[in-house]
């Protein structure tokens, strides 16, 4: 999966390059796009690096094979990149502990440890702001929903077949 996403925005890339060379503001001077086309492709290497994410897991409750993931995150207005990076840290911890079956990720330490200790219970309404996405694994894949809202969840779990 890693490397479809990678291959998508390499494309993606190319495709913002060369729509960047050929565009040209009314003095000619090329510097300004030149500068934003740079920014872009850092961007999009730094979501696509083959580096671990620095990420803090904890387990949920007693249960070994359920964690709680707190990172940082892209803000939300990066729809897209928040989209991917919870994609990269699924792919981290299951690549690190093949036996867990349930990731919640969130964007803030102190939701994700409440999570974390007592499930839902102590978390307050408003703490599930900060919950990014959950990932379930089964016989049939992984499954990940990243959080629209509290509770509405965009399914983005597309290519996660289980390994064969």
């Not at 494309?11 to 913002?16: G, Y």
């Not at 939300?76 to 690190?96: G, P």
Request: one cysteine or more.
């Amino acid at each position: 999966m890693r490397k479809f996403i990678c291959g998508m925005l390499l494309l993606s890339i190319c495709m913002l390059t060369a729509c960047s060379k050929g565009t040209v503001n009314g003095t000619g001077d090329k510097t300004e796009q030149n500068t934003l086309s740079s920014s872009i492709q850092e961007s999009v290497l730094n979501l696509i690096s083959s580096i671990d994410i620095s990420i803090k897991t904890m387990t949920k409750g007693t249960k070994s094979n359920e964690v709680v993931v707190f990172a940082n995150f892209p803000s939300r207005e990066m729809d897209l990149e928040r989209k991917l990076t919870a994609l990269r840290i699924v792919n981290q911890v299951i690549r690190d502990n093949p036996s867990v079956t349930t990731i919640t990720l969130w964007d803030d330490e102190i939701s994700a440890k409440e999570f974390a200790e007592d499930g839902a219970q102590d978390v307050e309404w408003e703490g599930f702001n900060h919950r990014v996405a959950f990932a379930n694994k089964d016989e049939r894949g992984t499954r990940v929903f990243y959080a629209i809202g509290r509770d509405d969840f965009e399914d983005i779990s597309f290519g996660m077949a289980p390994v064969e």
